[in-house]
């Protein structure tokens, strides 16, 4: 989807179309005052102050209709310079345009208005020449919004729109808003019952439901499998430390702002861990190691806490409370290469096995100049960025480099994908560390009998159970492969007086099998209960009717799919078996 706040085209346009809106909106609400009316990546939005009235969306057709005359007038967009003295007089009966001109830069001498016949305000532009230059627009939402995002402050309405060139490109537009909703992982974990949240719990903070928990512990189960046969050695770790803790590590002095606040027990003092590597650097110095253990790989499902801004959580993409996919592999210099390699494989291994194609490598790099962000050691800097580079050449990689996004201690290696809608998103990280295992001083006795320290690889395959999550839930629709399904097959008998007694058995050795099964036992029609197997999105609909009951076999229906398909229970289960091993 376009970023329309970065296309100067359409940022121009957009900025144009807001004035447009308000245009309108002050005919049909006369004493309708405005604060601001920005462009986002979206399109637009104006804040309004309209007294009592509270908009609803059924307001927005005729909000619509008076843009679309105004448009059609064709009215001349006037640039307008004031000097601070005149701004103030001229909206002297406008407290949010007092307020706007009260906090002008004083150096600013002239005030930039723009007028379109009988409506005025200010700002910087540039702007559209003619109001008929803004014909292919549509109002998309509204709600409320506190003036200057301050719940202190009074409520605000806020409509949002877009506008375009053309009204192909609108309509495109409107479309993938459309694929979006369809495919928004908060909707499809609502309709299918896979997690939900709670303000007595918290914002960002959601709770996995009997489905989310069974997708959630298939990808626990699938990752590590495959971290297992490659050696990692899986531990558990309390997801609180005390503040001492996160000193040693360097996290409180650098990343204490995205850490939830410290709470005193006793005598200790604890936070909410944001990472798990300080604690995996702790379990890596319980034991005396030799350079011939290396490379130890410890990997953990952790729980972590992070704040985010309220407004900026979002359903599982974007929460305060995760579950990680985190592993820090403790290597000698020299095993640096074929382990950060073999992480690579990993990424690819999982991408091929989730059909995920689309995405690219970005390699976070310090900015040299940024003395108090990184750690100061040019030598660790410089080694640590060319042992990643070497390996991403040696495998053919296309990547960027990211200047100054790097983490505090070490560069790092950014999987960003592209989802179905909407923009990249960062799935799968590892980041070289020859800092950390210093702060703790983590050593190993190499072949000449002295002591050495360890370089760590801090790496993410799905970032976090979260994350992965929504993201598969948008790119399939909810539509899960068979494996990943909560539930796989539904046993739907068509009339429970004459078919439930075989449906049950079905039921019952298919689940011997350990399949995730279900059996709608019902009193409903089976049409109702075909179209809500469908709307669950579940794989495998199983139909149990007279036929199947008479000739000992079942009839079934795969999910997308209208073809109803008759055979024996033995050829069905040999069939599902080969799906879920795809």
């Known amino acids: 989807m376009i970023n329309i706040k970065e296309n100067e085209k359409l940022n121009v346009l957009n900025h144009s179309c807001a004035h447009l809106l308000a245009h309108a909106v002050k005919h049909l609400y006369k004493d309708a005052k405005f604060w601001v009316g920005p462009v986002i990546e979206s399109g637009f939005y104006y804040d309004i102050d309209l007294g009592d009235k509270v908009l609803t969306e059924d307001d927005l057709p005729q909000i619509e209709k008076e843009m679309k005359k105004i448009s059609k007038s064709d009215k001349l967009i006037k640039r307008i310079e004031l000097t601070k003295e005149e701004a103030l007089d001229m909206f002297k009966d406008d407290p949010y345009k007092i307020d706007l001109i009260d906090r002008m830069d004083e150096s600013s001498t002239i005030i930039s208005a723009y007028k379109q016949d009988d409506f005025i305000d200010l700002c910087r532009g540039p702007h559209m ?14 709600s409320g919004a506190y003036y200057k995002g301050d719940s202190k402050n009074k409520m605000l309405q806020r409509i949002y729109g877009v506008c375009f060139e053309t009204e192909e490109d609108l309509n495109n537009y409107l479309n993938e808003l459309e694929e979006a909703k369809l495919r928004d992982h908060r909707k499809i974990g609502k309709d299918l019952d896979i997690f939900m949240s709670h303000d007595l719990v918290g914002k960002g903070m959601p709770l996995w439901l009997p489905n989310g928990a069974i997708i959630r512990k298939q990808l626990e189960n699938y990752i590590y499998d495959k971290e297992r046969k490659m050696g990692y050695l899986h531990v558990y770790t309390p997801c609180v430390g005390t503040v001492d803790l996160y000193k040693t590590s360097g996290h409180w002095d650098h990343y204490k702002e995205n850490m939830f606040p410290s709470m005193k027990v006793d005598e200790e003092e604890f936070v909410l861990r944001p990472m798990n590597c300080p604690h995996h650097m702790l379990v890596y110095g319980n034991e005396i190691h030799s350079y011939r253990d290396l490379p130890i790989r410890i990997g953990e499902f952790a729980t972590d806490f992070r704040y985010e801004a309220s407004g900026a959580v979002k359903g599982l993409e974007r929460v305060r409370c995760m579950c990680q996919n985190d592993a820090h592999l403790f290597v000698r210099p020299d095993q640096i290469g074929e382990e950060f390699k073999k992480v690579v494989e990993l990424i690819l291994d999982v991408y091929r096995d989730f059909g995920i194609k689309n995405y690219k490598f970005r390699l976070s790099m310090r900015d040299p100049l940024d003395k108090e962000k990184y750690f100061d050691d040019d ?201 879920i091993k795809l």
Not at 460 to 477: H, P, Q, S, W, Y
Request: one cysteine or more.
């Open 129 to 142: 020449n003619t109001t008929k230059d803004m014909k292919y627009f549509k109002l998309i939402k509204v």
């Open 379 to 579: 030598d660790m800097w410089n080694e640590a960025e060319n042992k990643l580079r070497e390996v991403l050449d040696e495998f053919g990689c296309e990547y960027t480099e990211a200047i100054g996004e790097a983490a505090f201690y070490g560069p790092k290696l950014d999987v960003e994908v592209k989802p179905a809608v909407g923009p990249e998103v960062t799935l799968s990280t590892c980041q070289l560390d020859f800092l950390l295992p210093r702060r703790f001083e983590l050593t190993y006795v190499d072949s000449d009998g002295s002591k050495k320290t360890p370089v760590v690889l801090h790496r993410a395959i799905f970032g976090t159970f979260d994350r992965f999550t929504a993201f598969i839930l948008e790119e399939t629709k909810g539509a899960l492969p068979l494996w990943l399904s909560p539930i796989q097959l539904n046993v739907i008998p068509v009339n429970n007086e004459y078919h439930l007694e075989y449906a049950t058995k079905i039921y019952d050795l298919l689940k011997e099998k350990d399949y995730r099964v279900q059996l709608d036992s019902r009193n409903e029609k089976l049409g109702y209960k075909m179209r809500e197997s469908v709307m669950k999105k579940i794989p495998y609909s199983i139909i149990i009717g007279q036929k199947e009951v008479d000739s000992n076999t079942i009839s079934y229906r795969k999910y997308g799919s209208e073809e109803t398909i008759t055979t024996n229970l033995e050829d069905f289960k040999n069939l599902i078996e080969n799906e």
